[in-house]
C-alpha cells in the first residue's frame, strides 16, 4: 500500500509540475524550468551515493523527485499566485505524509525541500540582480531581524531539546511550512496590515519579501532532513540561528577592522561567530565543535554570492556526513 502511495504523489506531482512548465512554456519561460531541473539531478546524484541505503524501496525516489518538483514550482510561486501556491503545498504535504506511511527512516524529503527551495531561491535572485535591482541593508533593520532570530533559533532548539526526536523534527518541518505560507498570505489583501508592517520594519529594501526567511528556512529544512544525529542537528541550528545573528550584531556595531579579503565583514564579526559557534557547539559533539567553527567562520566571511543561511547549512551537512563516514567506516 506504501508503495501505491507513493505512486499516486509522484504522478500527481509530475503532473502538476508538467502543466506549470508547459504554461512556462507558452509564455517563453522555459529557462524557468532549471531549479527544477537542478534539483532532480541532485536527488538523483545522492541516489547514486546512498543507494544502499534504499535498496528494495526504490519508490522512495517518486517521493523525493515529486518534492523537488513542487518546492521549486512554490518558490516560482510565491508572492505571485497565491492560490496554486497553496494547492502545490498541500500537494507537498500529501508526499510526506506518504513518506510518513511507508514508515522510512530518516527525514531525507525535508533536506530535499530545503535543498530545492535553494535552487529556486537563487535563481530567482539571479533574475532580480539581473534585471538591476539593488539590496540596501539598514542597521537597525539587521539587528531586528537577528534578534528575532536569536528568539526564533529558541525555540527549535527548545523543540528539539524536549521533544522525541521524530517528533520534534515533525513539528520543527510543519513551522518552517506554516511560515513559508503565512508569508506569502501576508501580502494579500486581509493581512495587508501585517504585510506593511514586516516590511517596513523588518525587510530589506529590493529584495523579495520575506526572502531572508525562505534561506533560513531552507538551510533549516536541509539540517534536520540530511542529518540523522540529533546532537549535530542541534549544533547546526546554533550556526544558523545563534552565530550567523550574533556576528552580524557585532559587526555591524563593530565594523572599524575590516576583513583583508572581504570589506563587507568585520573582523570582530567572524571572531563572534567562530566563539558562539565553539561555545555552545562544545556541549553538543565536543572539540569537533571548535574545528567546525573556525571552518564555518571562514565560510561566513567569505563572498560566496550565496546566503549565509544555506552555504553554512551544506557546510554543516558535509561535515557531518564526511564524519560519519569516518567514524562507520574506520
Request: glycine content about 8%.
Amino acid at each position: 500500500m506504501d508503495i501505491t502511495y507513493s505512486l499516486l504523489f509522484f504522478a500527481a506531482a509530475l503532473l502538476s509540475s508538467l502543466a506549470y512548465f508547459a504554461w512556462l512554456a507558452t509564455k517563453k519561460r522555459a529557462i524557468d524550468m532549471l531549479p527544477a531541473v537542478a534539483a532532480v539531478a541532485t536527488v538523483s546524484a545522492i541516489y547514486l551515493l546512498w543507494q544502499q541505503q534504499i535498496v528494495g524501496h526504490y519508490y522512495i525516489l517518486g517521493i523525493e523527485y515529486g518534492i523537488a518538483l513542487i518546492a521549486t514550482v512554490l518558490v516560482q510561486m510565491y508572492m505571485m499566485r497565491p492560490k496554486p501556491f497553496v494547492a502545490f503545498t498541500v500537494l507537498m504535504l500529501a508526499g510526506f505524509l506518504a513518506y510518513c506511511y511507508g514508515n522510512f527512516s530518516g527525514f531525507a524529503p525535508i533536506g530535499v525541500f530545503g535543498l530545492s527551495t535553494m535552487y529556486g531561491l537563487v535563481y530567482r535572485d539571479s533574475l532580480q540582480k539581473h534585471g538591476n535591482k539593488t539590496v540596501n541593508k539598514d542597521k537597525s533593520k539587521e539587528v531586528h531581524r537577528d534578534i528575532i532570530q536569536i528568539a526564533l533559533g529558541i525555540v527549535v532548539l527548545a523543540i528539539l531539546a524536549f521533544l522525541r526526536s521524530s517528533t520534534a523534527i515533525a513539528v520543527v518541518f510543519a513551522l518552517i511550512i506554516l511560515g513559508y505560507v503565512v508569508n506569502d498570505l501576508s501580502s494579500e489583501s486581509r493581512l495587508k496590515g501585517v504585510y506593511k508592517v514586516l516590511e517596513s520594519g523588518l525587510e530589506r529594501s529590493g529584495v523579495v519579501y520575506g526572502s531572508g526567511a525562505l534561506y533560513i528556512a531552507a538551510g533549516t529544512a536541509m539540517v534536520v532532513g540530511f542529518v540523522n544525529n540529533p546532537a549535530f542537528v542541534m549544533f547546526g541550528i546554533v550556526v544558523l540561528f545563534f552565530a550567523d545573528s550574533v556576528a552580524t550584531i557585532v559587526g555591524v556595531n563593530l565594523d572599524w577592522v575590516k576583513l583583508p579579503y572581504n570589506r563587507n565583514k568585520s573582523v570582530f564579526g567572524s571572531l563572534a561567530f567562530f566563539l558562539v559557534t565553539a561555545l555552545l557547539g562544545y556541549p553538543l559533539i565536543g572539540i569537533a565543535a571548535v574545528y567546525l567553527g573556525a571552518l564555518l567562520a571562514f565560510v561566513e566571511s567569505v563572498n560566496l554570492r550565496l546566503d549565509d543561511n544555506v552555504s553554512l547549512a551544506m557546510v554543516v551537512v558535509v561535515a557531518y556526513v564526511l564524519l560519519h563516514f569516518v567514524f562507520v567506516m574506520g
